[in-house]
């Protein structure tokens, strides 16, 4: 356990936390993170594929009655330190306009939009006007709020000639570097702007999507999207770490979203690290990561773990039979071969042990690959950190070049995004930058 | 003449109820009523939603729904008379005229498709593409399309033609009786772009002559023949949506532009998958607001 858990659990066990006040996200927060022992150690460090617990994935599991209001407004956007809900629909937009006020417009309507969508309310006032179409689309009336969020970004095409913005692009937003076996395909890249919507129910993410299109229209358009889901807390009641499509527990590594500390370090960009703008902003990488399942479900048990670096049934490292045993890269066999192979995705995503990222991922399914007839599956890999350059290119430069999981995989996606700060009431997304 | 009697946001499908014959000029407010009614009854599984017309007391629509008929009466004679042109060439076997015709005849058609698709039978035996309806029942122009361009041949279209001619006529002479009022002018605009929507931009309406830009065209220009009309009472009641409209309106003709060819336009098969796709998001952008339209009818 790590040690930002403890203070936690002796809150806990002295009972003192039924003498505080705290609301339910606290509490959630709290039995996820340390109630139910389900924290990372200090030693794993997340790649694209993790194999261990998260916190905020863990305290999905408590929440079953869909009920919670995640607030819309604060210093830092929801959607990010949030606890993953079960559902990602992932939107990217091309703005079609070429007037920045018009680009400030939508994001004031947007904003308007997402305080109603992120608390269970009706968009708009047009609803019960007989002559109109309803100003919400409708399929989340009655719906609770699902702990709806909407995080909302601007890629590195929002800074190019249309709008005037060039000189307020932060240095490090850019288009990602090639990675090795890069399979991208435009489809599935880039974006002016990304909506980001999480919730507990599908169909309150999507309405969310579906409505922030529709405001959109003559100003932005769809560009790409792509649902996500992980299994739900219903299904997994005691919140043990969710396993990722290969059958292995996903989520490692993850940095404590209750240490303020270190999400400033981690996540946060700070008056200094570029543009004021950005202050209270973190960047977003995105990257759509197909599985080859088809060719896994071939391969031995033995040569799945040596490819993860840890057993499949328990998540320990290979040789260890606890899920959170440190991952330790020295110990050797019999041999005297390392027993987590250092290409295993483990141990690259390992690295030195000093780079982290707030990873948010979602498996996805879309249907048949028609060339193939195989499961066209994976992974929505979404990212959250200070600094792209040193923690997200890094990590996966180092994964790309060798990881044993390549064979498995292949990326078909990409996107940055300069998630703004949050918006405080009065506010629009994006202030900061549009003025 | 006909004023506004009930504030309904019609669905398309209640045209018809919208839309009533009358023996003459006059009125008879009651049936209407009764008519209008029924539609909306039916269309909410039963509950009758009415919402009387007391506010609309301000907006006038008499010299708009009294122009639009004069648009779509002038439209229709037009119609009449470039179809009778095409089905003589069809019928004097004059393959390349035929085809050359064509199109540019629909045109009319595609401006006030709405009122004719109201018109009972009338819409299908017109317009009807081969697996709209039963084989044995199948008229109309997509059938003589698919001899022109599929088979090549005007050969064994002559009665077709003949019937597609008396059906023209027949339009002609019903849509003297048609009742237009507000809201089916509202409804029958975005009515139009649904029709762009749904099969024009799909390549489905035309799926032997290509042509699918000529009707894609003509919807456009119906639906902006009656954004004009009720242009002055949108401005008193929400001049933003108006200028918005007028806009998007705008933006889509210059999308609609670069694929003009001579009088008409070129192939749908010319057309690249992301300028479809363009045109498809403009002609989007355009339907959401002039759906907003029936703002004008009150509240």
Redesign the interface.
């Known amino acids: 356990m790590s040690k930002q858990n403890k203070p936690m659990d002796e809150h806990i066990q002295n009972g003192s936390l039924l003498g505080k006040k705290l609301n339910r996200r606290d509490m959630l927060r709290l039995t996820g993170a340390s109630g139910l022992g389900l924290l990372l150690g200090g030693s794993a460090i997340g790649g694209i594929m993790g194999t261990r617990e998260n916190t905020p994935s863990s305290a999905v599991a408590l929440d079953n009655t869909g009920g919670d209001i995640i607030p819309f407004h604060g210093s830092h956007q929801a959607g990010i330190l949030t606890p993953a809900q079960n559902f990602l629909v992932f939107a990217a937009f091309d703005l079609t306009t070429v007037k920045l006020p018009e680009v400030r417009k939508l994001l004031e309507s947007w904003t308007t939009a997402a305080a109603s969508l992120t608390s269970g309310k009706l968009i708009g006032d047009a609803n019960d006007n007989l002559n109109l179409p309803p100003s919400d689309t409708g399929e989340a009336d009655g719906l609770q709020p699902s702990r709806c969020t909407l995080t909302f970004g601007a890629g590195p095409s929002l800074f190019d000639a249309r709008y005037g913005l060039a000189a307020l692009r932060p240095a490090q937003l850019a288009d990602l570097p090639p990675f090795a076996g890069d399979s991208l395909d435009p489809k599935w890249c880039r974006g002016d702007l990304c909506v980001q919507a999480c919730a507990d129910d599908l169909q309150v993410a999507f309405h969310a999507i579906r409505n922030l299109a529709r405001i959109a229209r003559g100003i932005a358009v769809l560009r790409w999207t792509q649902e996500g889901f992980q299994r739900t807390g219903a299904a997994d009641p005691k919140g043990s770490t969710p396993r990722n499509l290969l059958g292995f527990k996903d989520g490692t590594g993850n940095p404590e979203v209750s240490d303020n500390a270190e999400m400033d370090r981690v996540v946060w960009n700070s008056s200094s690290d570029g543009p004021a703008w950005m202050a209270g902003g973190t960047y977003m990488a995105v990257r759509r990561v197909r599985l080859r399942i088809e060719v896994w479900d071939r391969s031995s048990l033995s040569d799945q773990e040596a490819t993860f670096g840890r057993h499949r049934k328990t998540g320990a490292p290979i040789g260890a039979t606890d899920e959170f045993a440190e991952l330790d890269l020295k110990v050797q066999d019999k041999s005297g071969k390392p027993l987590v192979p250092p290409d295993s995705h483990s141990a690259l995503a390992h690295g030195d042990g000093t780079v982290k990222m707030l990873r948010r991922s979602y498996s996805y399914s879309s249907g048949l690959d028609p060339v193939t007839g195989q499961l066209d599956a994976g992974l929505l890999f979404i990212s959250f950190q200070r600094d792209l350059l040193k923690q997200f290119i890094a990590t996966q430069q180092r994964l790309a070049a060798s990881d044993r999981l390549n064979e498995y995989m292949v990326h078909t996606g990409s996107a940055v995004f300069a998630c703004f700060p949050g918006i405080r009431e009065g506010g629009y997304i994006g202030q900061s930058l549009l003025g | 003449m006909c004023r506004l009697k009930f504030?309904?946001?019609v669905p398309a499908g209640l045209l018809a109820a919208a839309i009533v014959f009358t023996g003459c000029a006059a009125n008879d407010k009651g049936g209407n009523a009764a008519a209008t009614e029924s539609g909306a009854a039916a269309a909410n599984g039963g509950t009758v939603?009415e919402?009387p017309a007391a506010d609309t007391a301000a907006a006038d629509f008499t010299a708009a729904t009294e122009q639009y008929r004069a648009y779509v009466i002038e439209q229709c004679d037009a119609f009449v008379k470039e179809t009778e042109h095409f089905t003589e060439a069809v019928k004097a076997g004059k393959l390349e005229e035929a085809q050359g015709l064509y199109a540019p005849a629909r045109m009319y058609y595609e401006r006030i498709e709405p009122i004719a698709e109201a018109l009972g039978d009338l819409d299908p035996n017109i317009d009807a593409r081969e697996n709209d309806v039963a084989a044995a029942d199948w008229r109309g122009f997509h059938k003589i399309e698919k001899a022109l361009w599929q088979d090549q041949t005007t050969k064994g279209m002559a009665e077709t033609a003949d019937q597609l001619l008396k059906d023209a006529q027949l339009l002609r002479a019903k849509v003297e009786t048609v009742e237009i009022d507000a809201?089916l002018l509202?409804t029958g605009a975005v009515e139009l772009l649904n029709e762009v929507s749904s099969s024009k931009v799909t390549g489905e309406e035309e799926r032997y002559s290509h042509t699918d830009l000529y009707d894609f065209v003509a919807n456009v220009e119906g639906a902006q023949k009656i954004y004009e009309l009720l242009k002055p009472e949108l401005a008193k009641k929400d001049a933003e949506l108006e200028k918005?409209i007028g806009e998007?309106f705008a933006?889509l003709h210059a999308e609609l532009a670069p694929f003009k060819s001579g009088e008409g336009y070129v192939s749908y098969e010319a057309l690249k998958e992301e300028e479809v796709r363009k045109l498809s998001?403009n002609l989007?952008?355009?339907a959401?607001?002039l759906?907003?339209m029936?703002?004008i009818?009150?509240?």
């Open positions: 504030s309904y946001a939603t919402t809201s509202v918005t998007r933006a998001q989007d952008a355009l959401e607001p759906s907003n029936g703002t009818l009150g509240v």
